[in-house]
């Protein structure tokens, strides 16, 4: 089936510094992903679409300029979270679905960022 | 404003009880909709899916049931396991692939043997 990697699974770094996370479709070309935030205990919140080639578009109350994301080829998309707070610890998750999938939207096993 | 609910932040069943997770949507456009399964620390595994079209969709002992109407959905297991124990999320999406998946805030399924 549809593989998403995503890496790191876990990261702990600095206030300050700045994190890049990693989505890659294993067996399948994505021209888009998908990046969500997990707050403990909460929902999975959409935090911005990612198109290969050309910008991604940014939901609502996320801050472009904090969470950068590239989509360079059909199967990588990477999230950098710049000059990171401890309020940016959360729960990282990226999904794709693959084109003709008659299931769900296949998602990474996500990234623990934790920011001290 | 959530526009997948999940009302039931958890549910308890005795092993091989049915279990009964719901989910209710606002946004008519909504045409895809999908249960996953998390585990803490890991990305949610999809479980099973149905498209507007239907009203039903059944996968071994998980089966999803639409009432389009009512804005409302339901995932099933029978007989629920032990294993089954985790955060299940409903999840939403309208138009094609390109669409991001609207999701739930998940319900707790403990299953005791």
């Known amino acids: 089936g549809a593989v998403v990697s995503q890496h790191p699974s876990r990261v702990i770094c600095k206030s300050g510094t700045s994190v890049k996370i990693e989505c890659r479709s294993l067996d399948f070309q994505a021209t888009t992903m998908f990046w969500y935030r997990q707050f403990p205990k909460k929902s999975l919140m959409l935090m911005a679409t990612s198109n290969e080639g050309s910008k991604a578009t940014y939901e609502q109350g996320v801050e472009k300029d904090k969470f950068l994301i590239n989509h360079a080829s059909l199967t990588l998309s990477t999230l950098t979270v710049t000059s990171a707070h401890p309020e940016d610890s959360s729960f990282y998750i990226c999904?794709?679905?693959?084109?003709?999938?008659?299931?769900?939207?296949?998602f990474g096993s996500g990234t623990r960022l934790t920011v001290v | 404003d959530q526009q997948v609910k999940q009302n039931s932040p958890s549910l308890s069943v005795q092993e091989g009880r049915i279990s009964i997770l719901n989910c209710d949507y606002t946004?008519?456009?909504?045409?895809?909709f999908l249960w996953y399964k998390k585990y803490p620390a890991e990305g949610p595994t999809f479980l099973i899916s149905?498209?507007?079209?239907?009203d039903k969709n059944e996968d071994g002992r998980f089966t999803v049931f639409l009432n389009k109407s009512a804005k409302h959905l339901s995932l099933h297991i029978v007989p629920s396991q032990p294993g089954d124990s985790a955060v299940y999320f409903c999840?939403?999406?309208?138009?094609?692939?390109?669409?991001?998946?609207?999701f739930g805030k998940g319900t707790t399924l403990s299953v005791s043997s």
């Open positions: 149905i498209s507007s079209i239907k």
């Open positions: 999904s794709a679905r693959p084109q003709g999938a008659s299931g769900g939207y296949t």
């Open positions: 946004n008519s456009m909504f045409d895809y």
């Open positions: 999840a939403a999406s309208a138009g094609q692939a390109g669409t991001a998946l609207i």
